[in-house]
């Protein structure tokens, strides 16, 4: 089995546990309001925006031997760069304040998944933060399109409210290809174990932002009044 079919086959119970999470099921059910998608968004700028520069300590934190990772390292980032500013514009489309976003602080459970990849980087394994990318963009793939699509139908928000969840479904398709491939040249059993240790803890980590954004109102649903407050908050 390649290394990539091991860390899906090794990570699926927590994929399941965080696809399981009541707002997700909510939101691909048509069951949203645009509180709930502002706060989504809110925190989903606090982690994007570090994506670079993790992507940055983890190129500068490579043993010599990875040096064949700088390349496609390098690749990531060139392609990352600027999807928060997407989200912002997102937030702005929906009626909230970006810029109060911008200024402001994410939730505790986004705090503490930006603060584990850091960690793992620095005090650990750096290819460990491998298992970040799977899961992140591999939900992204599963659930970006999908969940656009449920959100928008009901809250009837325009298209340009939309650009992080779709642009990014899209791109992670391509992403993922390349990511099994780049998974499959790694063939260091301490590195895979590392990469699949972090999978399984960001799956954990990625579920309680989720589990930490307000359910659904149907009061609030129709309600563009409250977006402000709930995304400066």
């Known amino acids: 089995m390649s290394f ?15 696809l399981a999470t009541p707002i997700i099921q909510g939101a691909l059910a048509g069951r949203v309001s645009v509180p709930s998608y502002a706060a989504f968004l809110r925190e989903a700028y606090h982690h994007v ?7 940055e300590a983890t190129q500068a934190a490579l043993p010599p031997h990875h040096a064949w990772l700088h390349p496609p390292l390098a690749e990531y980032i060139a392609e990352e760069a600027g999807h928060d500013e997407w989200i912002l514009a997102d937030i702005a ?6 810029e109060a976003v911008r200024r402001g602080r994410p939730g505790h459970a986004t705090e503490v998944m ?11 394994n750096p290819l460990g933060f491998f298992g970040m990318v799977h899961v992140l963009e591999g939900t992204s793939v599963a659930l970006a399109l999908l969940a656009a699509d449920a959100i928008q139908r009901p809250l009837a928000l325009p298209d340009r409210a939309f650009s992080y969840l779709r642009s990014h479904g899209s791109l992670d398709v391509e992403h993922t290809a390349h990511f099994a491939r780049l998974m499959d040249r790694i063939d260091d059993a301490a590195d895979q174990e590392a990469i699949v ?32 407050a709930e995304v400066a908050a």
């Open 197 to 228: 240790h972090a999978a399984r803890a960001f799956y954990r980590l990625y579920g309680d932002v989720f589990r930490s954004l307000p359910l659904p109102q149907a009061a609030a649903a129709s309600s563009m009044s409250t977006v402000t």
């Open 93 to 98: 489309a929906c009626g909230g304040d970006a």
């Open 49 to 55: 925006r570090h994506t670079v520069p993790l992507l």
């Open 114 to 124: 930006v603060a584990y990849a850091y960690d793992t980087i620095a005090r650990g």
């Open 4 to 18: 990539h079919r091991r860390l899906l086959a090794d990570t699926d119970a927590e994929r399941r546990q965080l």
